[in-house]
């Protein structure tokens, strides 16, 4: 794939997939990665060397700091050492922290109690998972965000197309059928989904935060990441790392993922308008891409990290005592030990390139101009939240594994509670109103944003395009399906910037 296709389909990303002024992409394109299905089953407490090295090497990849427009994992710190060091869990390090003083008011208390008592359920042994409530809320907001996705990567494309027929059939059909499988998905979110009593009691725990007891409140998050429990060894590497998944953990098995296109007039278009970032770094070649269309499948992914609270960002009770550097100074790009960090990704399968060759495609496309991002469709804003804490089981006799000051960490073999999923989301009923005709001889990239999966072989495959003289073959009548289809990628790593931080309040008492 050529450096404008690339830079078209990241541009095209941007757009789809940025959801607030405060979230951003990453892209792996120096660290291409690439899992099977089974692979992305990942275990609470895996029961194998394989599966250990697995959740190894996916909790390190989604924990690395984020830089920016490309994701560099190599020489980066990772979230739980910064964050676990902010609140003091390892011994011996981290810089000392100053709170606030304060208390609740006994309504303030009692409105906190009913907050929580209508998210959470508390279990036998004590711990507190999601309530059926707040399960529902976050299976219809993830069934609400893939509908958007799915609407804005198809109005992206035909609002591309040169051709009235495409046009029409966009503005007569497929927008009209769209945009009610969205509004469908809202209506879901506000009545099956709870959504205005879930987001009523998440900002009154949220808010609580400002009325408790900072002490409290500042103890709770500790209790909530415990190195004894969140803490594991792989014992192939000996490297110590927090359990980290994602949400919905049976998204790497569903089968209505939503479809992703590009296509050469949409490629013309982005390169166009790239934003300045990507084209800084990917620059534009002259003349048209020699890819005529690229498709895959998509599905976003929430992170799970039951140890990691965010609201502890946001928090205006507490301070460096020694004026320590800021964890992010909240400008624009941030600067600081944790400007951002990752909390979503994009995986994508079943990727097919046809290039112009194959595809027929001559002579250049003119160029239109798309509309601007807060133009492309007007619909709910959606905004990724954290998910529900786990029921998270502690193992009798875990003891606290011995740990030196960041971002070092000893490795040392412990038990660790099992980690429990989110239940799996609602199936959308997502349908394509028009599906776009099979391209002639494409030709499917096993080796785009992958690397092999452990224990597999992946080969790379040539891409050239056919010489004019020899006619593509044609296609096949048979249904075959693409090398890579049981292969899912990570296109993308969705980032969230982080507010100035610490950022206390002048007016409470210190």
Known sequence: MDSN??????????????DSPDAFLSFPALLPTSYTPDQLDLPGIPDSSQQSQILQEFSQLVNAIPQGVLFDATGSDVLWNIYGNVLGVFPGAGAAVQLAQGALSAQQDSELQLAQAYLYTQTADGQRTASPAYQAYSQCQSAYLQATQNYKTKQISALASTDPAAQAQWQNTDEPALRALVQTAMDNWNNQGNKAAVEQALQTVATASTWQSPQVTWESWKDAFQPALDILTDPNTNANYALTAFSPSNAATQTNWPTFTLSSAEILQLVSQAPKELANIF????????????????????LNRPWFKPDLFGARFWRFAD?????????????????????????????????????????????????????????????????????????????????????????????????????????????????????????????????????????????AAAPASTPPAPPSTTNVPPANAGTISILAFICQRVPQCPNPDPNLTW
Not at 5 to 18: G, R, S, Y
Not at 289 to 299: I, K, R
């Open 5 to 18: 296709a690339q830079l078209a389909l990241m541009t095209k990303a941007k757009l789809v997939f940025e």
């Open 283 to 302: 620059g534009t070649a002259t003349g048209t891409s020699t890819v005529a269309a690229l498709s895959f499948e998509f599905c976003s992914v929430v």
């Open 323 to 463: 004026g320590s550097l800021p964890l992010s100074d909240g400008g624009t790009p941030a600067t600081g030990t944790l400007s951002a960090y990752v909390k979503g990704l994009i995986f994508v399968r079943n990727i097919v390139v046809t290039p112009v060759a194959a595809a027929g495609a001559s002579g250049p496309i003119p160029i239109k101009t798309l509309p601007a991002v807060n133009q492309i469709v007007d619909v709910h804003p959606f905004l990724l939240r954290p998910v529900p804490p786990l029921n998270l089981h502690p193992v009798p006799g875990a003891t606290l594994p011995v740990r030196p000051a960041a971002p070092a960490v000893q490795a040392v073999p412990i038990q660790a509670r099992p980690m429990v999923m989110m239940a799996p989301a609602i199936a959308p009923a997502h349908q394509n109103p028009s599906p776009p005709p099979a391209a002639t001889a494409p030709q499917v990239i096993p080796t785009l944003w992958m690397r092999p999966p452990l224990g597999a072989q992946i080969h790379a495959a040539t891409f």
